[in-house]
């Protein structure tokens, strides 16, 4: 087999009978653990998390003030054509213009008969009134035609209270109940004060106080009438020889009624058009409107935009699920976790000369790889020959780099061979040229130990260091295999450590070189690694002949080159 992808088969979840790496006799894990650690894996990766929400974020508020600006643009589309409102005062002045017209109309065609009646011989019963009766009655009427006149000029509370006052008027219930009504308006509206014009309760208060004044008008309008009636029957008749023509009244009389009836329809068509309007901008402002202040928006935007966050990260993970503690990793690659790398506390210290030479990866103070070199170490702290396996190349060669260096410090000449041609990830870790190297010797382009690189690891200790050589020369390096061979057992008998850094390709194969070492360790990244490839790669591992040693699960994060 020449890589990863070749032992890779269907793989059975993680809570059925048989664990990823087709190993049974590694106990299986239940469901509710398993959901735990994929929820666990999530909150292990705050940054693409971090990543969806801010982008949900942006969305939802930009969602909340779009979506409304388009449901006014919609409402607007559906609003009447009509834009500007009709002037419903305008309108009322003109009806009570044709109802004064239609009432004076009928006043001079009741005359007309009266005298028409008069002549004919018709006999009344009623009284011929006294002339100071008759002086009454005029200056009634004189009266209420001038506050009439007043209120049509001045449409104020003050002229209709004046009206209401009159004593013509005086006496009559309805009268004082219009007048108290008014009276209630007019303290509600003194309580706005000067700022109250563009209230709608304030507008809605002048609009009342307006129909209560037309109420008194009213019935100032058929006192009036009323009064007119009885001076004209007290009025002594003239007898003329001819009775005069009341056709040209008659016709004057239905031309007053039809302006009034025209009239009436003109302000009930305005008022509709008005109440149409006015029911179409309130559904608009509604629809418009989510009725939340602007923090409120920003903070439900904040939790929708976490809360999907995590919900998408957690269903890529049920769908690639990653490896998420010590149990889980050795539960599927059916080999011990030897050691587990986690966050180091910072320690201050004063740095010697020496220590600045050394590369920032490399970190001799670590308990997690003192713990690794225990355990893969023989009792005389001989360390065989071993090849560091792993889906990341960088953190593969950060765990090969300090195990050497950790040998090296033991006074033992240690030689760390770089089989990552693609990426020279070794070679970034400790600081060295990455040419010429292993591609360049097994070519015959150069001797071996023209290669090597020493690398300071403390005062006095040093190890070598074979980087890859050529970019991209992975084809010459498989082609190689018995070259490498031959290389690795010369190499073995300067050295008493060799160790291989040889992490997955891009394309997830293992690497051939990775064949001659003698066992192999695997590192798993916490909450990264693919549960897909642990399994596989130790079945790849075993397939070979090759001796698992063990895991090493690196649990914090991914190196970075930049930082080192």
Same mark, same amino acid.
């Given at each position: ?9 269907? =793989?059975?979840?993680?809570? @059925? ?32 998390? @971090? ?20 449901? =006014?643009?919609?409402?607007?589309? *559906? ?9 419903? &005062? ?13 009432? *004076? ?55 209709? $209270? ?14 004082? $109940? ?28 002048? #609009?009342?106080?307006? =129909? ?9 309008? &058929? ?48 008022? !509709? ?77 004063? $740095? ?45 060669? +950060? ?24 990426? !020279? ?44 050589? &050529?970019?991209?020369? $992975? ?14 057992? /010369? ?22 070189? &990775? ?6 360790? +695997? ?6 690694? /693919? ?11 075993? @397939? ?18 930049? #930082?080192?």
């Amino acid at each position: 087999m020449s890589g990863l992808d070749e032992v890779m088969q269907p =793989q059975a979840e993680v809570e @059925g009978d048989v664990p990823s790496g087709g190993n049974p006799s590694v106990p299986t894990m239940r469901a509710p653990g398993w959901i735990g650690r994929r929820a666990r894996n999530v909150y292990r990766r705050p940054l693409l998390v @971090g990543a969806i929400a801010a982008a949900v974020f942006v969305i939802t508020l930009l969602s909340l003030v779009l979506v409304p600006l388009q449901e =006014q643009r919609a409402m607007r589309a *559906a609003m009447p054509r009509i834009r500007a409102r009709p002037d419903t &005062a305008d309108i009322q002045r003109r009806v009570a213009r044709a109802a004064d017209a239609t009432r *004076a109309a009928d006043t001079a065609l009741a005359r007309v008969r009266a005298v028409l009646a008069v002549s004919a011989g018709v006999a009344t019963d009623a009284p011929a009134a006294t002339p100071a009766q008759s002086d009454s009655l005029s200056a009634a009427i004189a009266t209420l035609t001038r506050l009439l006149g007043r209120t049509r000029d001045a449409p104020l509370p003050a002229s209709y $209270r004046a009206l209401g006052a009159a004593p013509e008027l005086r006496g009559q219930p309805r009268v004082a $109940r219009l007048l108290d009504t008014l009276s209630r308006i007019e303290q509600s509206r003194e309580a706005f004060g000067a700022s109250g014009g563009v209230d709608p309760i304030f507008v809605a208060l002048t #609009s009342r106080a307006t =129909q209560v004044g037309k109420e008194l008008q009213n019935v100032a309008i &058929a006192r009036r009438a009323a009064l007119e009636g009885e001076l004209a029957r007290s009025t002594p008749v003239v007898l003329r020889p001819r009775a005069a023509d009341t056709l040209e009244l008659a016709r004057t009389r239905d031309s007053a009624l039809a302006a009034l009836a025209s009239a009436n329809r003109w302000l009930a068509e305005a008022r !509709q058009i008005n109440a149409d309007m006015d029911a179409a901008e309130a559904h608009a402002r509604a629809a418009a409107s989510i009725g939340a202040s602007v923090p409120a928006m920003v903070a439900g935007a904040g939790v929708f935009g976490l809360v999907l966050g995590f919900g998408v990260v957690l269903v890529l993970e049920l769908r690639e699920p990653r490896v998420a503690d010590r149990d889980e990793a050795e539960s599927l690659a059916g080999v011990e976790v030897l050691a587990a790398v986690g966050e180091e506390p910072i320690v201050l210290e004063r $740095r010697r000369q020496v220590d600045a030479q050394m590369p920032p990866l490399i970190d001799l103070t670590s308990e997690s790889y003192r713990l690794l070199f225990v355990q893969v170490a023989d009792r005389g702290d001989n360390l065989p020959s071993l090849a560091v396996v792993g889906d990341d190349a960088l953190v593969t060669a +950060v765990v090969a780099a300090n195990l050497g260096a950790l040998m090296a410090r033991q006074a033992r000449t240690v030689l760390v061979i770089d089989t990552d041609i693609e990426r !020279q990830s070794l070679s970034a870790v400790t600081h060295v040229r990455s040419t010429p190297g292993l591609v360049d010797v097994l070519t015959g382009g150069v001797e071996w130990a023209a290669a090597v690189r020493a690398v300071v690891v403390g005062r006095g200790r040093s190890m070598d260091v074979l980087p890859g050589g &050529a970019f991209g020369a $992975r084809g010459v390096l498989d082609a190689a295999a018995p070259e490498f061979a031959s290389l690795l057992a /010369h190499v073995r008998r300067r050295y008493e450590c060799v160790l291989l850094s040889s992490p997955l390709s891009r394309a997830g194969e293992l690497s051939a070189a &990775a064949s001659g070492a003698g066992g192999v360790i +695997v590192t798993v990244r916490a909450a990264r690694t /693919h549960h897909r490839v642990i399994g596989p790669l130790a079945a790849l591992i075993r @397939g070979r002949g090759l001796l698992l040693r063990g895991l090493v699960l690196w649990e914090r994060a991914d190196p970075s080159l930049v #930082s080192a």
